[in-house]
């Protein structure tokens, strides 16, 4: 038995394993991806905190940009400890080898992003996510020299095991042997990611599946704001693949098939860098209204000049040429809103802990919350970071001091062995991946950027058939070595369900707030009834819904314009 | 568009090898993954490969296509399907299958852990906030950094695959990664094991590692740089070091590669008495010149004033060695016409009309492009 048990190894995981591990705590990281191939190596742009290295800047600005951006949504206590937290933090990363972009002075650069009234953005090139994964590996693997840090990669943490009110590890499928495993520890940090699969069109990986935020459901834990589902301005048609916000950092344009800004019809004073939801309502207004092309808006980097795109975008221009066969310099990308972040997740405090004993959360999986109902570009590296270190830190705190514990039953693997046998042994039904496909085509069409009643309601009812549908899911692998044809199916089963969550609290919120945007019945942002979180419980019908106050420190409610 | 397969299918349980073949109807702009994903949801569910994130980032899928490793995730379909050549999907070499196009990376991953790669700072406190580095100083590890992990270029690496112990060329650039870090302050430390047995001087120079990596790594070039501060070191033992020491001294000195005095030269002159008789037999078959008097070049000032110049440049070390270039701007165009707009320029005939902000300019005739 570990102290601690991390499952997920992207930037939240591995930062919460080395801060559990700096604490003292034996540490055992759970993973169903080798750690680099985690998705927060994906993240392009950069990574905020207020060094206030190229312009003046405080945590305060900081705060007041992410109180704002969420929409008034964001507990504004957490988001006052992450900005204030955030640049120590940035310098320890900078201190393992971090390989950041420099400014003239040898400094760590920061460029603009999208509703920071300060350039905060420190970055490396377009390849941010990347050169963090590969740091905190780095410094993962220093540790796993030293002896008691274990990664257990490629196995599959399916089930969280509960005893006497308390987590006590995970329940996974070992993907390379085959088998169930448990792996158990005094306290579990979640940090498996988000589920932007859940959508047709999305940035995220295939591994992005909320296996999280649905083991933690269903272990009878509260999700909070689930149907704010962030859409990014900017992915790449027709492969969706992101293109970074920092093309519009740069100073890139979003121009119409007219070639017009039409930004400057929707904000005047930010233009491209307004906020994140009001950038994706402009493409898909402008898109619907007949000034798109093939269903896209274009992002034009021509007047950025060669070099430019060479030094600070040429990971975005690589993904134009293999994915689009445009070369930015020379041609504008046809990019679209799509699918790209999960604000909501598993309710947390500012330590990241859960309701259960012994659960933590930290990143995408987690809803603190920081990002209320629409993040900033820029802010999730960093919550990684800064909380990742957090729940990590606390998670480690809790198990030295809870002491020894007698054994765990293992009754939780002979379970899952029959769960997982009864499945491999049906021969006679359908094969997930239709599902998957009208669950991402039908969520995209009902549950976009813009919702109506009537869609959400049609939604409501095809997740009921999907799941009906799913009850007699084939698994066509009966193998036990990288058997992925069941674990994708059981990631389906996942889908499904917390679809019903969003979509349940996207009906029953009947506002327009952050992403969360109601045209047709209700579009305005309505504090009186709804400045609040909603929380999703399973119960033995299905998710069940109440609401729960916005912590606020310093800032009321304003009119939000950009 | 219709795309076939062949896929070497291999069970790790039976230990069964078979090749078979798939034909599928995939969209235009499907990549070898994408083909894969539709093989596996569509046609037989028991095939097992990597992915992840489908953007050439996470490193997972790496894979041969007709014997040379690719990124799944990064190979468009559209120009081979045309062409009716059927490629052979198989695992990545030199490391052991486990199911059809997955590999055991453990052996990769043991060697990246063995060039110690994480940054040490040695006994220098880290400052209150960031170590202040001139970004020109970064950009000597700019490409290693960019390395996925994706291990295609240890799929293609030859001397690993005569000797399995070499560290190869994904966990060289690592080691390049620090030793080229002006923060890291371990450098000769690393540098002697880098050079040990199976190290930096096993390198066959065969290049395929440049030729394969998705990311413009270019190991081998690290693997370069990685010798030549091992020598500005002083770290030249190895006889590899020596060799190539060898080379720079003869053409400095003579203007010539001198190669009879190459083999005492590197291999030391007790070694090199036991090849006098094979040294005579190329000497009689006209092979190499002879020894005395040495024979120096006409323009053997050129080649010392090239030498001079590298110094007063201080282009030493690996700095001799870092080709500006960005490797990602040497990108294979994908589309015909890449070219044709290359030549055209950003706002040449044919191309999208400049920009204007509402208002600004209202006759967006030749707007829709």
Request: net charge negative; aromatic share 8%.
């Given at each position: 038995?570990?102290?601690?048990?991390?499952?997920?190894?992207?930037?939240?995981?591995?930062?919460?394993?080395?801060?559990?591990?700096?604490t003292?705590?034996?540490?055992?990281?759970?993973?169903?991806?080798?750690?680099?191939?985690?998705?927060?190596?994906?993240?392009?742009?950069?990574?905020?905190?207020?060094?206030?290295?190229?312009?003046?800047?405080?945590?305060?600005?900081?705060?007041?940009?992410?109180?704002?951006?969420?929409?008034?949504?964001?507990?504004?206590?957490?988001?006052?400890?992450?900005?204030?937290?955030?640049?120590?933090?940035?310098y320890?990363?900078?201190?393992?080898?971090?390989?950041?972009?420099?400014?003239?002075?040898?400094?760590?650069?920061?460029?603009?992003?999208?509703?920071?009234?300060?350039?905060?953005?420190?970055?490396?090139?377009?390849?941010?996510?990347?050169?963090?994964?590969?740091?905190?590996?780095?410094?993962?693997?220093?540790?796993?020299?030293?002896?008691?840090?274990?990664?257990?990669?490629?196995?599959?943490?399916w089930?969280?095991?509960?005893?006497?009110?308390?987590?006590v590890?995970?329940?996974?499928?070992?993907?390379?042997?085959?088998?169930?495993k448990?792996?158990?520890?005094?306290?579990?940090?979640?940090?498996?990611?988000?589920?932007?699969?859940?959508?047709?069109?999305?940035?995220?990986?295939?591994?992005?599946?909320?296996?999280?935020?649905?083991?933690?459901?269903?272990?009878?834990?509260?999700?909070?704001?689930?149907?704010?589902?962030?859409?990014?301005?900017?992915?790449?048609?027709?492969?969706?693949?992101?293109?970074?916000?920092?093309?519009?950092?740069?100073?890139?344009?979003?121009?119409?098939?007219?070639?017009?800004?039409?930004?400057?019809?929707?904000?005047?004073?930010?233009?491209?860098?307004?906020?994140?939801?009001?950038?994706?309502?402009?493409?898909?207004?402008?898109?619907?209204?007949?000034?798109?092309?093939?269903?896209?808006?274009?992002?034009?980097?021509?007047?950025?000049?060669?070099?430019?795109?060479?030094?600070?975008?040429?990971?975005?221009?690589?993904?134009?040429?293999?994915?689009?066969?445009?070369?930015?310099?020379?041609?504008?990308?046809?990019?679209?809103?799509?699918?790209?972040?999960?604000?909501?997740?598993?309710?947390?405090?500012?330590?990241?802990?859960?309701?259960?004993?012994?659960?933590?959360?930290?990143?995408?999986?987690?809803c603190?919350?920081?990002?209320?109902?629409?993040?900033?570009?820029?802010?999730?590296?960093?919550?990684t970071?800064?909380f990742?270190?957090?729940?990590?830190?606390?998670?480690?705190?809790?198990?030295?001091?809870?002491?020894?514990?007698?054994?765990?039953?293992?009754?939780?693997?002979?379970?899952?062995?029959?769960?997982?046998?009864?499945?491999?042994?049906?021969?006679?039904?359908?094969?997930?991946?239709?599902?998957?496909?009208?669950?991402?085509?039908?969520?995209?069409?009902?549950?976009?950027?813009?919702?109506y009643?009537?869609?959400?309601?049609?939604?409501?009812?095809?997740?009921?058939e999907?799941?009906?549908?799913?009850?007699?899911?084939?698994?066509?692998?009966?193998?036990?070595?990288?058997?992925?044809?069941?674990?994708?199916?059981?990631?389906?089963?996942?889908?499904?369900?917390l679809?019903?969550?969003?979509?349940?609290a996207?009906?029953?919120?009947?506002?327009?707030?952050?992403?969360?945007?109601?045209?047709?019945?209700?579009?305005?942002?309505?504090?009186?009834?709804?400045?609040?979180?909603?929380?999703?419980?399973?119960?033995?019908?299905?998710?069940?819904?109440?609401?729960?106050?916005?912590?606020?420190?310093?800032?009321?409610?304003?009119?939000?314009?950009? | 568009?219709?795309?076939?397969?062949?896929?070497?299918?291999?069970?790790?349980?039976?230990?069964e090898?078979?090749?078979?073949?798939?034909?599928?109807?995939?969209?235009?702009?499907?990549?070898?993954?994408?083909?894969?994903?539709?093989?596996?949801?569509?046609?037989?569910?028991?095939?097992?490969?990597?992915?992840?994130?489908?953007?050439?980032?996470?490193?997972?899928?790496?894979?041969?296509?007709?014997?040379?490793?690719?990124?799944?995730?990064?190979?468009?379909?559209?120009?081979?399907?045309?062409?009716?050549?059927?490629?052979?999907?198989?695992?990545?070499?030199n490391?052991?299958?486990?199911?059809?196009?997955?590999?055991?990376?453990?052996?990769?991953?043991?060697?990246?852990r063995?060039?110690?790669?994480?940054?040490?700072?040695?006994?220098?406190?880290?400052?209150?906030?960031?170590?202040?580095?001139?970004?020109?100083e970064?950009?000597?590890?700019?490409?290693?950094?960019?390395?996925?992990?994706?291990?295609?270029?240890?799929?293609?690496?030859?001397?690993?695959?005569?000797?399995?112990?070499?560290?190869?060329?994904?966990?060289?650039?690592?080691?390049?990664?620090?030793?080229?870090?002006?923060?890291?302050?371990?450098?000769?430390?690393?540098?002697?094991?880098?050079?040990?047995?199976?190290?930096?001087?096993?390198?066959?120079?065969?290049?395929?590692?440049?030729?394969?990596?998705?990311?413009?790594?270019?190991?081998?070039?690290?693997?370069?740089?990685?010798?030549?501060?091992?020598?500005?070191e002083?770290?030249?033992?190895?006889?590899?070091?020596?060799?190539?020491?060898?080379?720079v001294t003869?053409?400095?000195?003579?203007?010539?590669?001198?190669?009879?005095?190459?083999?005492?030269?590197?291999?030391g002159?007790?070694?090199?008495?036991?090849?006098?008789?094979?040294?005579?037999?190329?000497?009689?078959?006209?092979?190499?010149?002879?020894?005395?008097?040495?024979?120096?070049?006409?323009?053997?000032?050129?080649?010392?004033?090239?030498?001079?110049?590298?110094?007063?440049e201080?282009?030493?070390?690996?700095?001799?060695?870092?080709?500006?270039?960005?490797?990602?701007?040497?990108?294979?165009?994908?589309?015909?016409?890449?070219?044709?707009?290359?030549?055209?320029?950003?706002?040449?005939?044919?191309?999208?009309?400049?920009?204007?902000?509402?208002?600004?300019?209202?006759?967006?005739?030749?707007?829709?492009?």
């Amino acid at each position: 038995m570990y102290d601690v048990v991390v499952v997920g190894a992207g930037c939240a995981g591995m930062r919460a394993a080395i801060e559990a591990y700096d604490t003292g705590a034996s540490v055992g990281v759970v993973s169903k991806l080798h750690p680099t191939r985690s998705h927060s190596g994906a993240a392009e742009g950069g990574i905020n905190a207020a060094l206030g290295n190229t312009a003046e800047d405080s945590p305060e600005k900081h705060a007041f940009d992410t109180v704002k951006g969420s929409d008034y949504l964001g507990d504004q206590d957490a988001i006052e400890i992450f900005t204030a937290e955030a640049p120590g933090d940035i310098y320890q990363l900078e201190h393992w080898g971090c390989v950041f972009s420099r400014n003239e002075e040898g400094k760590l650069a920061q460029r603009p992003f999208g509703a920071a009234g300060s350039p905060r953005t420190v970055y490396s090139a377009d390849i941010t996510g990347h050169v963090l994964v590969h740091v905190l590996y780095e410094q993962l693997m220093k540790r796993m020299e030293e002896g008691s840090l274990v990664v257990h990669e490629e196995s599959f943490a399916w089930r969280l095991m509960v005893e006497d009110g308390r987590c006590v590890g995970v329940v996974c499928w070992d993907l390379v042997r085959g088998g169930v495993k448990l792996v158990t520890g005094r306290s579990v940090v979640l940090a498996t990611g988000g589920m932007g699969r859940i959508y047709r069109a999305t940035t995220n990986a295939y591994s992005c599946n909320g296996d999280g935020m649905a083991m933690a459901l269903h272990a009878g834990l509260p999700l909070k704001d689930m149907e704010f589902m962030q859409f990014h301005p900017t992915t790449l048609y027709p492969s969706g693949v992101l293109i970074t916000e920092g093309c519009r950092g740069e100073g890139g344009y979003l121009l119409n098939r007219d070639g017009e800004r039409f930004m400057a019809r929707y904000a005047p004073n930010a233009l491209e860098l307004a906020s994140r939801d009001v950038v994706s309502r402009a493409e898909t207004t402008e898109i619907e209204a007949g000034r798109g092309i093939n269903g896209s808006v274009l992002l034009d980097l021509r007047h950025l000049g060669a070099e430019k795109i060479l030094t600070r975008l040429p990971g975005s221009r690589e993904l134009a040429m293999t994915f689009a066969g445009v070369d930015p310099i020379y041609d504008p990308i046809p990019v679209r809103p799509g699918a790209h972040y999960m604000m909501g997740g598993v309710a947390t405090d500012n330590w990241g802990a859960t309701e259960l004993e012994g659960l933590y959360a930290a990143g995408e999986v987690a809803c603190v919350s920081v990002h209320g109902a629409n993040r900033l570009g820029g802010n999730s590296l960093m919550e990684t970071i800064t909380f990742g270190r957090r729940a990590g830190r606390a998670a480690a705190e809790h198990a030295l001091a809870s002491g020894r514990r007698g054994e765990v039953s293992d009754a939780p693997a002979r379970d899952a062995e029959r769960d997982l046998a009864q499945l491999l042994s049906r021969t006679d039904g359908e094969r997930p991946w239709k599902i998957r496909d009208e669950l991402g085509a039908s969520m995209l069409e009902n549950f976009g950027v813009f919702r109506y009643p009537d869609r959400m309601e049609r939604q409501l009812e095809l997740i009921q058939e999907l799941r009906e549908r799913y009850r007699n899911v084939v698994v066509e692998d009966k193998g036990e070595i990288f058997n992925t044809d069941l674990t994708q199916a059981l990631e389906l089963g996942y889908m499904l369900d917390l679809a019903w969550c969003m979509v349940q609290a996207g009906l029953a919120r009947e506002e327009s707030r952050g992403a969360h945007s109601r045209p047709a019945d209700f579009p305005e942002r309505d504090d009186e009834r709804f400045l609040k979180h909603s929380i999703s419980r399973w119960g033995d019908d299905g998710p069940e819904l109440s609401y729960e106050e916005v912590r606020m420190t310093r800032w009321q409610p304003e009119v939000r314009t950009y | 568009m219709k795309v076939a397969l062949k896929i070497w299918r291999y069970d790790g349980a039976t230990g069964e090898k078979a090749l078979r073949e798939y034909e599928i109807e995939a969209p235009e702009e499907a990549t070898l993954l994408d083909c894969l994903d539709i093989i596996k949801d569509r046609h037989d569910g028991t095939l097992a490969y990597r992915k992840s994130c489908r953007m050439m980032i996470c490193g997972s899928c790496g894979m041969r296509m007709d014997g040379a490793a690719v990124l799944a995730c990064k190979t468009r379909m559209a120009e081979i399907a045309a062409s009716g050549h059927v490629p052979v999907i198989s695992a990545m070499g030199n490391l052991p299958v486990l199911k059809d196009l997955v590999v055991d990376m453990t052996p990769f991953w043991q060697k990246i852990r063995a060039v110690k790669p994480w940054l040490d700072t040695g006994y220098v406190e880290p400052p209150e906030k960031e170590f202040v580095v001139p970004q020109a100083e970064m950009d000597v590890i700019h490409k290693e950094s960019l390395c996925i992990m994706c291990g295609c270029c240890v799929s293609e690496c030859n001397s690993m695959e005569a000797d399995p112990d070499f560290l190869g060329p994904a966990a060289l650039a690592k080691g390049f990664r620090f030793v080229g870090d002006p923060r890291d302050r371990a450098t000769v430390e690393r540098l002697q094991a880098y050079s040990d047995e199976h190290g930096i001087w096993d390198c066959t120079r065969c290049y395929f590692c440049n030729e394969r990596c998705p990311k413009g790594v270019d190991p081998r070039d690290a693997i370069a740089k990685l010798g030549a501060e091992a020598m500005r070191e002083g770290i030249d033992s190895d006889m590899g070091a020596r060799h190539a020491k060898w080379f720079v001294t003869s053409a400095k000195t003579t203007g010539w590669l001198r190669e009879t005095e190459l083999v005492p030269k590197t291999q030391g002159v007790v070694r090199s008495l036991k090849e006098i008789g094979f040294a005579m037999s190329l000497l009689r078959r006209g092979k190499v010149p002879p020894p005395f008097p040495p024979h120096v070049a006409k323009d053997v000032d050129e080649a010392r004033q090239l030498y001079e110049l590298v110094e007063r440049e201080g282009h030493e070390g690996a700095r001799g060695i870092v080709q500006l270039e960005k490797p990602l701007a040497r990108l294979e165009r994908h589309e015909a016409g890449y070219e044709e707009a290359a030549a055209r320029g950003p706002y040449g005939p044919g191309s999208f009309p400049k920009p204007y902000l509402p208002g600004e300019n209202e006759s967006t005739e030749e707007g829709a492009a």
